[in-house]
DNA sequence: CTGTTAGCGCCTTCAA
DNA sequence: TTGAAGGCGCTAACAG
């Protein structure tokens, strides 16, 4: 019959009762000195420190996680695929993460509700002792909920919330406002605004910052130009082609994230669309290839490497402290002028 | 004082002991019913398997880890920091985990050979099953030991070694033949080299193919125009403006990574070089902006998403069968043939 | 085919 | 200031 799991042959670790065999204390005390978790004999302590060092021991954390009902892991639920936003996020989360002396557990959610549910659950059954995640649009109803059940400490990344939980993102609104006025000023009327996929707080704030700003230089918009891009690569190309198919062409786009930009600078490349004299473009999130094609991109660029290692740092507070009220956090973006949007960058 | 991790306040979780009295069996006959370790009469197994849905049982991997002595967790030892590849690698390998049933853990080693124990070191503590590592040029002396050490299984990524372990890359020499010659062909003599790091086998391999391809078109090797970029965008700029400031100028440059093709980009751009006319350009991997760039890079394509996911699968293996003679696994890459190299894209 | 039992390594209450 | 002992939830001998 098959066995199940048992990785013989590894060399047998060190364990704690060793540990205490060898300094001549019980294991307890071990577990004391280990932990810091009540007064112990300067003098024993140094005995086991010592004993410590010289068998090489190191913590186990699963038997320590199964006696002790939690775990030092964290878990990680975003989607992988792709953009380098959430990859720099992820960098910056590991990065903090291991300052804090946390392990990562990922778990992919492709951005889909449900497989963002079963990646939470699977996160669950981990122990993770908090969580991060990146809502996809249908949250509420299936990885909100596993959450709340299991009374989980949770930070919500990039995509806010009804300030239930804590969370981190940017001034969506607030930048993207900028970055739109800054086309109304260089005369700019017929803006489109290329949003991303429908139902994430990070669309609307940044459809909401487009419409504010159209609304305030007295712009109507043109309900057409208002088109989504679905947050991908080929939706990003798909939507251009659609703007551009209008019988009136804007003069101007606004873009909300990179992945959409790449598909819409194809699709203008395709068309043979000169940037920025025939069409403007600005874009949300600066890529790393932003300046690399003629012209440069002007975009926002989002601290995003920052968002994620804050992300750990409020999940951290959280684990301290359950019962503190949720903070929100909103880290400012940043312009980087380009020639894209026509300022000869 | 204080507590030492107890994560209070969760629901309390659905335990075996729990189906057990509700199926009216004992544990061991439940755990024998979710593992299929031995056989069980039908009529039991669905006893327990209507209490397990009533209940709604989800399994303990912590429990079953510290019992079994092994984890169904696998860890990842990779650089994290910014380049592409790695990021897309990461993702091919969290998906194929996904369809494994395998956890991922997840340590950044930053490249460097002392984060890269360490990283491996807390792999190891968290009970792995078995690892994925992209080595660094020093994990000789360092990682590799501790995985020897421990007889874990492990799988190498990208960057092989002698054999020693399971492992899958690309034919770096093969492509990179392929591209040298391209340029060669097209009438290039003057044909610079930009390489990685030091040590990495990826370095030496492609350099190997370079000079490969050189001695077989009878082109004598300029060594002033064999430089290192150390594999990032920072010496990627600082590489090309070396061999820009050369007295007699390379008319192409092959250039052995994304990272580094960014920087030298740069460089050329500032240069006011033209490409290709002032010098021709390609590089290994193909990066998402490879084609948004003017022109288009011509580029060997990885299939890095597949790399990450044979490597989950070797190590599925492996873990299977702990004695069998290691396996040594090269993917092809793919031209792709855009404007840089002089082929009008 | 199934139950009983002894741990896995660690944390923590209770006694001393 | 310390030790002894029980238990976290699960797996896997060993007996029926």
Redesign the interface.
Known sequence: ???????????AAVTMTMVAREAGVSVSTVSHVI?G??PVAAHTSRQVRQAMERLGF?????????A??????IGVAIP???D?FH??L??GI??EA?RQKF??????TSDDPERERAAV??L????V?GMLISPTAGWTSGAAKVIR????ACVLVDRLQRAQFDQVGVENERATVTLVEHLLTKGHRRIACMSGRQGLSTTEERIAGYRAAMDAAGVAVDESLVVSGDST?TGGRRAMRALLALPERPTAVFIANDSMS?GA??AL?EAGCLIPDDIAVVCFDD???G????PGLTAIAQPTFAMGARAVQLLAKRIED?EATPSTLRLRGEVTHRGSCGCRG
């Open positions: 019959m098959r066995r199940f799991l048992r990785n013989d042959g590894g060399m932990n978790t009540r190191t913590h186990q954390p699963v038997a320590r996680s199964l002790a009902g939690a775990t030092t892991t992988l695929s792709g380098p990859q720099e992820f960098a590991e990065g291991r392990a990562v557990l990922v778990s992919d659950a699977n669950v059954a981990h122990h002792r059940e299991h009374r989980l690569d790449m600078l194809r490349n890529p790393p290839w300046d690399l094609c003629s359950p």
